[in-house]
């Protein structure tokens, strides 16, 4: 099984917010790219003073092949600028 573990800091403690991952699709269908997912956060329209640190995790195995060794993981961040990292 091929599998992501995110260890994810974020505002909140008010109401239960959720993280998802989604599976970007190419541009250029056909083309050598790796497999893109970005870090979906939705904190219901409340931000509050705590930190909370909690770990996700996300089946891959549907959506990277086999031959595949490396994926990227992009994010927006609060500041607006966009993370992005490729993870082996």
């Known amino acids: 099984m091929k599998r992501a573990?995110?260890?994810?800091?974020?505002?909140?403690s008010c109401k239960e917010h959720s993280v998802d991952?989604?599976?970007m699709h190419q541009w250029n269908?056909?083309?050598?790219?790796?497999?893109?997912?970005e870090i979906r956060h939705d904190s219901k329209g409340v931000l509050?003073?705590?930190?909370i640190t909690k770990e996700?995790?996300?089946?891959?195995?549907p959506l990277i092949s086999d031959d595949e060794t490396e994926f990227v993981l992009t994010a927006k961040l609060?500041?607006?600028?966009?993370?992005?990292?490729?993870?082996e």
């Open 78 to 87: 609060n500041d607006g600028e966009t993370y992005s990292e490729i993870f």
């Open 21 to 23: 991952l989604a599976y």
């Open 48 to 51: 509050c003073e705590a930190l």
């Open 5 to 12: 573990i995110l260890i994810l800091s974020y505002s909140g």
């Open 56 to 61: 996700f995790r996300f089946d891959l195995t």
């Open 29 to 37: 269908p056909g083309s050598n790219d790796i497999p893109t997912f």
